[in-house]
């Protein structure tokens, strides 16, 4: 590229590299400025196209679709019907109850996996001996694929064969299923959230445990009073991200009930909507109406917790 | 559970330098006895299932072995049995092909990207910034429908690569923001002194930029490699025939209509765990800290 050989970054100034190149690269710099920022969109150019094809594009077509009577198997009925297949999805019990499973399962594992990862981030945060072993046993339920894990799980709840079922049969129950997947899912997530909130530890100044040790703080009080507000950015971002997980789950369900028993999620009765039923438009409505929930769920958290969100600090990550 | 990491894993590296750094960790060695208790019970939480899932693929009364703790043999009966009859292989070949094309791809055009948004300043810099949070949000589940219809109009369904351009898709929001990280950590001076020597954009690019980014692009391979290799509902609806399954759709094939087959199943579950675990080792080692602040000195 011909326009390559004249960009320069602006100098930092004050460096001991020699003066005169410096001025001489500060003022290819503002020659080049425009160069830089036709470099700068071509390098992003590809990343952009791609996230606009499989991404934003899908989630305008998928609105689209939601305003019209799509079905696969009646092509030659499809027609705009408006608002319509949101007043039937709203007022279907199916769509409820999904709902209502899925909301239940994302607050209680999210809950669980917050106290379990804290925990867990406490203590290996303070081994120091064996401290990377310990790391990466501790990530080898992130590492195993969710559908794999779901399968140990449902061998290991089968009646008479699984070694945690004995002879009862925990996956016919509706209640004893969705208590499982909870398990399977929290399993899967806690070290994720540990290593989220071992980076929030780091950053706690073990002089202000001292501090507050000596003047007869109980480690209790310390991990209220001292601990949990440094770390909270990283809670937050770590509770913020794994709700929104949380809410889209599908590969555990799948696996372990396939929606048996008013156990599906939003994410499963969609797909179901697609595959089974071939009703784009009610399905591509459902898909829209869990869009819009997560945008909420973001949106309140964000609102709620304003400087301590992500994206107004990186991310949490200093 | 879908596979996209949030945007906030600071790989290891940074976390471990400051680590070693910190001066007063003296007290931090000593672990109460409530705290080994709890270290051991989620260690155990954590490891026992795959413990499982390993004896059991050996045990050659697989399916049959209940509650006790060791396997009643060791046999490598179920993984012949899987990667020969069962054809397992063809699917870790596929799912190996998705996550390689994957990665490859998507390290490229994340790690230029990464160097526009940390480096220059340009139009739509910071709209480009936007879509990549958001997209760290949208719930991939959802966009089963919309997809499926363009890649049949694409004619990519039932295609390896079709698939590979959607996790293209879903690994770059992610590969982006924490190369981002990695880029802005190289000083700029480390640039300015390419520039004095005469090296144009492009030469700089490749000679000093990309091996001081070098571990940050492993460890970001490492969570595009996962989405690939993890991803199921995508698999699930793409792919039709049996010779183009991944091993996540491929796993479903030892399940009977009633019946399942457990050994063989545990056998297929530990081959697939296997690659991403080694995956997760290297990027342990390879993540060697302070290489880019240790560049400036001298």
């Known amino acids: 590229m011909s326009t390559q050989a ?33 470099l700068g969109m071509m390098l992003c150019a590809p990343a952009a196209l791609v996230m606009v094809a499989v991404m934003a ?33 709203l007022s279907s019990p199916i769509w409820w109850t999904a709902f209502g499973v899925t909301a239940f399962i994302t607050v209680v594992s999210v809950i669980l996996e917050l106290v379990l990862g804290m925990l867990l981030a406490i203590v290996m945060h303070r081994t120091i001996i064996g401290r990377g ?35 009862s049969a925990p996956l016919t129950d509706r209640w004893s299923s969705i208590a499982i997947i909870i398990l399977a899912e929290v399993w899967k997530t806690v070290p994720f959230m540990a290593l989220l909130l071992m980076a929030g530890l780091a950053l706690v100044p073990e002089d202000l445990h001292k501090a507050a040790a000596m003047d007869g703080g109980s ?17 937050l971002v770590a509770v913020l991200f794994r709700t929104l997980d949380a809410f889209r789950v599908f590969d555990n369900i799948f696996v372990l009930t396939s929606g048996a ?58 | ?53 390993v004896s059991t693929a050996l045990d050659p009364r697989a399916s049959t072995r209940g509650g006790s703790l060791l396997p009643s043999g060791l046999t490598p009966r179920h993984f012949s049995f899987v990667l020969g009859d ?67 109009t694409l004619h990519m369904l039932n295609s390896l690569l079709g698939l590979a351009v959607v996790y293209l898709a879903f690994s770059l929001p992610f590969a982006v923001w924490q190369l981002r990280g990695f880029v802005a950590a190289v000083p700029v001076e480390v640039e300015e002194a390419a520039y004095v020597d005469g090296c144009g954009w492009g030469q700089m690019f490749l000679r000093v930029l990309l091996p001081l980014v070098a571990p940050g692009l492993v460890a970001t391979s490492v969570f595009s490699f996962i989405t690939a290799w993890n991803e199921f509902i ?51 080692r390879n993540l060697v800290s302070g290489l880019a602040a240790g560049a400036v000195k001298g």
């Open chain 1, 219 to 235: 480690a209790w009080q310390r991990f209220w009073m001292i601990t949990v507000p440094l770390v909270m950015p990283s809670i």
């Open chain 2, 234 to 284: 995508f698999a699930l609806t793409f792919l039709q025939d049996d010779d183009k399954y991944t091993v996540a759709v491929g796993l479903q094939k030892f399940f009977g209509e009633h019946t399942a087959d457990w050994g063989p199943i545990m056998a297929a579950s530990t081959l697939i765990t296997v690659p991403v675990v080694v995956f997760f080792l290297l990027v342990q």
């Open chain 1, 133 to 167: 072993l310990v790391r990466t046993s501790a990530l080898v339920p992130y590492a195993i694929v969710t559908v794999v894990a779901a399968f140990s799980w449902r061998f290991a709840w089968s009646q008479d064969l699984g070694w945690l079922a004995g002879s």
């Open chain 1, 57 to 89: 594009y899908p989630i305008a077509y998928a609105f689209w679709l939601s305003l019209f009577r799509a079905d696969l198997r009646t092509p030659d009925q499809n027609e705009f019907v408006g608002l319509s297949n949101y007043v039937t999805v």
């Open chain 1, 261 to 318: 028993n008013e156990t599906s999620s939003v994410s499963m009765v969609a797909y179901n909507n697609l595959i089974r039923g071939l009703n784009l438009g009610i399905g591509s409505t459902m898909s829209v109406l869990i869009f819009i929930t997560i945008a909420i769920i973001a949106v309140v958290f964000t609102k709620l917790f304003g400087a301590a969100a992500p994206g107004s600090d990186e991310g949490g990550r200093r």
């Open chain 2, 1 to 53: 559970m879908s596979t996209t990491p949030a945007p906030v894993i600071a790989p290891v590296a940074p976390e471990e330098s400051r680590d070693g750094a910190a001066p007063l960790r003296a007290d931090r060695t000593s672990l109460r006895p409530w705290q080994v208790a709890t270290l051991v019970a989620l260690l155990g939480f954590a490891l026992f299932p795959a413990y499982w899932m």
């Open chain 1, 6 to 38: 004249d960009l320069s970054r602006p100098a930092g100034g004050g460096h001991d590299a020699d003066e005169e190149a410096v001025a001489i690269a500060r003022k290819r710099a503002s020659e080049g400025k425009k160069a830089e920022a036709k």
């Open chain 2, 86 to 152: 069962g054809g397992f292989g063809a699917f870790l070949l596929n799912s190996a092909l998705v996550a390689v094309v994957t990665v490859l791809i998507s390290s490229a055009v994340a790690l230029l990207a990464a160097v526009a948004v940390a480096r220059f300043r340009f139009p739509l810099r910071r709209q480009i910034l936007v879509m990549i949070l958001v997209a760290q949000m949208v719930p991939l589940e959802a966009l089963v429908i919309p997809l499926f219809l363009q890649a049949r």
